[in-house]
């Protein structure tokens, strides 16, 4: 996010020193700096006056953000506002919040306070046609590595159907395409959708929720200034009751867990087991958002979603991980290197990846690497409570140490009947119940032979789990049948074999 917030401030500094746009081009990337860096300083010493743990990341685009909307500001002249700005921010984060969430965006919580207090408004100068292209290239990256593309789309589509509604009820006729599409190049509607609307905090991890939460700021957002004659702070209001919803629906679960134990699974993959004050109550197969304070962080910040791969019915939290050596990111690297005894926070619980209600489905659980972990907190809670499913799990590894929880899955063949198939991408395997190769169509329908009826779970890397909804596509396989669940970061490539 920080390189896509640079490279708009870049472009607006090239483009005003070209005299395209009416600014000095130097001021904008002062107010930047400025802003960023005053962001940090508050968010530091509120942290300290909170006793909680403050990102500098996050810190940082927050700045960012608000050097795009506000201005841009002359430096020397408004250093006050860049002051009264920053802080406002910062404050929101930390006196509106609950177990160390904040509830609002802060930039759009922003541009609402500060209107009164120093007669300053938001004037969107971002949403000029000429950050257009770069909005829309950087934007869609951005949403693809967040996997948030239904709150784009959801938001978008309510935008244009509302548009178009209007101009039915004003003209009678529903309007051209040039009525449309102007409106998202010459306003700030992309940036918007793609930058702001996206914040983790303060809007749903939830997939439908994420498609309501999009529809009701889209909704604001088409009809408040219809409502309300010349009304200019629509953006802000409307991202602000989107943030509302979210705070109604999103569970508020907030904790420190503390490191009990290191268990290393295999040479490059970890389970850290982690003590709770109180009891965590969950679904397996769900996730937890992991923050870990840590000096320097890398460009993927301090936060990362992880699902839990211990059981509802053990009595500890367990996150089980790959690293890569000196190529993990600064967040793993402090993971592996975290004493016992030592704390991480845990939020928001969330996650569809999970169990169905109907105990008679059979399942197909295809597992690529460390995508293993959601299956594991499955099976070991049909062992503990005694449920029995069908279920067939294929798991898919490059070598054979890299298999994983084999002892469990194990005991689950002879207790709940799973069944289980392993496979060696790299290796030739020696265990029996191993093949040599790679999932594809011919293997499922010849170990699955009622897969037709089964629904499909897939998880891994996101590569590996689009290619395999493809061929479960092709194969006849209902969308609705196919769940997914795929970690970012992980940037090996999975090909199915060749003509299948």
Not at 25 to 45: D, E, K, T, Y
Not at 479 to 500: A, M, N, V
Request: glycine residues 6%; contains cysteine; aromatic residues 10%.
């Amino acid at each position: 996010m920080q390189i896509f917030l640079l490279s708009l401030i870049t472009l607006a500094s090239v483009l005003s020193l070209l005299g395209v746009l009416p600014y000095q081009w130097f001021q904008i990337p002062l107010a930047a700096l400025a802003l960023a860096a005053l962001c940090v300083v508050f968010n530091r010493l509120l942290s300290r006056i909170f006793r909680t743990s403050g990102h500098d990341d996050s810190a940082i685009i927050t700045g960012l953000i608000l050097a795009l909307i506000f201005g841009p500001l002359e430096v020397a002249s408004q250093a006050h506002i860049a002051v009264v700005l920053a802080g406002i921010a910062m404050a929101s984060k930390y006196i509106l919040a609950f177990k160390h969430r904040h509830f609002f965006n802060p930039a759009a919580l922003t541009a609402v306070i500060a209107w009164p207090i120093i007669g300053e408004s938001a004037s969107w100068w971002i949403g000029s046609w000429h950050f257009a292209p770069l909005v829309a290239l950087g934007g869609s990256l951005v949403t693809h590595k967040t996997g948030r593309q239904v709150m784009v789309v959801a938001l978008l589509g309510t935008i244009i159907t509302s548009s178009a509604v209007k101009s039915f009820f004003g003209s009678g006729e529903i309007g051209d395409l040039d009525q449309i599409i102007n409106p998202l190049i010459h306003s700030p509607i992309l940036f918007f959708a793609t930058v702001m609307l996206l914040e983790p905090v303060t809007s749903p991890s939830n997939r439908r929720q994420q498609a309501v939460y999009a529809v009701i700021v889209g909704l604001v957002l088409s009809w408040l200034p219809s409502i309300i004659s010349g009304f200019q702070q629509g953006f802000e209001l409307a991202l602000l009751t989107g943030n509302i919803y979210t705070r109604i629906v999103k569970k508020g679960i907030t904790m420190k867990l503390t490191l009990a134990h290191k268990k290393k699974l295999s040479e490059n993959i970890t389970s850290f087991i982690f003590e709770a004050t109180d009891r965590l109550k969950f679904t397996p197969g769900q996730f937890l958002e992991w923050t870990l304070p840590h000096a320097k962080p890398d460009s993927r910040g301090q936060r990362r979603y992880f699902t839990i791969s211990s059981s509802p019915t053990e009595s500890h939290i367990a996150l089980t991980t790959k690293f890569a050596g000196e190529t993990s990111s600064s967040f793993k690297k402090t993971l592996f290197d975290l004493e016992l005894g030592q704390e991480i926070i845990a939020a928001n619980l969330d996650g569809e990846f999970v169990l169905p209600n109907d105990a008679k489905s059979p399942l197909v659980f295809i597992a690529g690497g460390i995508g293993v972990t959601p299956y594991r907190s499955m099976i070991k809670w049909l062992l503990d409570t005694g449920n029995k499913r069908k279920i067939t799990l294929l798991y898919s590894a490059k070598k054979e140490s890299e298999l994983i929880f084999r002892d469990l899955f194990s005991k689950a063949e002879k207790e709940i009947g799973l069944k289980t198939v392993y496979v060696l991408t790299d290796q030739t395997p020696t265990i029996a119940s191993a093949r040599k190769g790679f999932i594809d169509q011919p293997m499922i329908t010849e170990e699955v032979p009622n897969w037709q009826q089964s629904l499909f779970y897939i998880s891994g890397p996101e590569p590996m789990v689009e290619a395999f909804e493809k061929m479960l596509s092709k194969m006849g396989v209902p969308s609705s049948h196919i769940k997914r669940d795929f970690f970012l970061g992980y940037e090996e490539t999975y090909q199915l074999k060749q003509g299948s």
